[in-house]
């Protein structure tokens, strides 16, 4: 569970470009949520998640992960809890290194182990066995390095690393938007599949208001570093694109499609 009470970042304070990125944010996302983030440029969806990751410190408020305030903690401390995703496909792995070698990183995330230290054959098998669950036949790839492989490819390896030790939260900041509409579409079906395979709460960015009707059970607006609609339960089960549009216009926010 997360829980932001009263989170504002000001950036730029006292001059003319000061702007609040959040402004008095108080949410609780529950265990198991899948929140997709909407709103224009500039709205605070990325500080957000940075406040929630702590690469972002907050200028007032708390953050309390699992019951524990983590407001104060730096991201690094909070990376047991936490998996992220970006927009870049070329962020997140080493493009030099084989797909094995990739993973065999994220796996050992945190360990103590030296990562000389070669892998069991049984952690082999492991690790073989997730990749084979991404249905893009990159089982059989293992020893290609990374950089040769598409941005879908990729992006999919980078959800699988990010996830790889089940946090309890994943983070995923338009994860899609730089692939092509097939690998888009498949790197989100393997996105659902391991939130809820693995009971992760999960926050995801994106630009689509299909997407934003298809997945998740949560859609939170954001609009001037503030939560401008919050829905969910049958509201969620039942939206169209038509309906988030009217809410959207409500508010007088106009969005870029
Ligand atoms: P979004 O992800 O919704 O497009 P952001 O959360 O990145 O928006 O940004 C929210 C606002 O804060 C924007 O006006 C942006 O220009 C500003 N902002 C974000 N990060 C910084 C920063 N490091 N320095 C100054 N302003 C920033
Ligand atoms: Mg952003």
Same mark, same amino acid.
């Given at each position: 569970?997360?829980?932001?009470?009263? %989170?504002?970042?000001?950036? @730029?304070?006292?001059?003319?470009?000061?702007?609040?990125?959040?402004?008095?944010?108080?949410?609780?996302?529950?265990?198991?949520?899948?929140?997709?983030?909407?709103?224009?440029?500039?709205?605070?969806?990325?500080?957000?998640?940075? %406040?929630? %990751?702590?690469?972002?410190?907050?200028?007032?408020?708390?953050?309390?992960?699992?019951?524990?305030?983590?407001?104060?903690?730096?991201?690094?401390?909070?990376?047991?809890?936490?998996?992220?995703?970006?927009?870049?496909? +070329?962020?997140?792995?080493?493009?030099?290194?084989?797909?094995?070698?990739?993973?065999?990183?994220?796996?050992?995330?945190?360990?103590?182990?030296?990562?000389?230290?070669?892998?069991?054959?049984?952690?082999?098998? +492991?690790?073989?066995?997730?990749? %084979?669950?991404?249905?893009?036949?990159?089982?059989?790839?293992?020893?290609?390095?990374?950089?040769?492989?598409?941005?879908?490819?990729?992006?999919?390896?980078?959800?699988?690393?990010?996830?790889?030790?089940?946090?309890?939260?994943?983070?995923?900041?338009?994860?899609?938007?730089?692939?092509?509409?097939?690998? @888009?579409?498949?790197?989100?079906?393997?996105?659902?599949?391991?939130?809820?395979?693995?009971?992760?709460?999960?926050?995801?960015?994106?630009?689509?208001?299909?997407?934003?009707?298809? +997945?998740?059970?949560?859609?939170?607006?954001?609009?001037?570093?503030?939560? @401008?609609?919050?829905?969910?339960?049958?509201?969620?089960?039942?939206?169209?694109?038509?309906?988030?549009?009217?809410?959207?216009?409500?508010?007088?926010?106009?969005?870029?499609?």
């Amino acid at each position: 569970m997360i829980k932001i009470e009263n %989170a504002s970042k000001v950036f @730029a304070k006292g001059t003319p470009n000061e702007v609040y990125a959040l402004k008095n944010v108080t949410l609780t996302i529950q265990k198991g949520d899948f929140v997709i983030v909407i709103g224009t440029n500039g709205s605070g969806k990325s500080t957000l998640l940075n %406040a929630i %990751a702590g690469t972002l410190m907050l200028d007032e408020g708390r953050i309390q992960i699992n019951n524990e305030d983590v407001t104060k903690l730096p991201d690094f401390k909070r990376a047991k809890y936490i998996g992220r995703v970006f927009q870049n496909p +070329f962020s997140g792995t080493a493009p030099n290194m084989t797909v094995a070698e990739n993973l065999q990183l994220a796996y050992l995330r945190g360990e103590k182990k030296s990562l000389a230290l070669a892998m069991t054959s049984a952690q082999k098998k +492991f690790l073989r066995e997730r990749v %084979a669950e991404l249905r893009m036949g990159l089982e059989n790839r293992m020893d290609t390095p990374i950089g040769l492989l598409s941005g879908g490819q990729r992006q999919a390896l980078t959800l699988l690393m990010a996830t790889l030790k089940k946090p309890e939260i994943l983070l995923l900041d338009e994860h899609t938007a730089a692939l092509d509409p097939i690998s @888009a579409e498949l790197v989100l079906v393997i996105t659902q599949e391991i939130i809820s395979k693995y009971h992760l709460t999960a926050l995801m960015v994106t630009h689509s208001m299909s997407y934003a009707t298809r +997945f998740g059970n949560r859609v939170i607006m954001m609009n001037l570093g503030e939560v @401008a609609c919050d829905i969910q339960g049958e509201e969620k089960q039942t939206l169209t694109e038509q309906t988030l549009l009217k809410r959207f216009e409500e508010r007088h926010i106009y969005i870029v499609i």
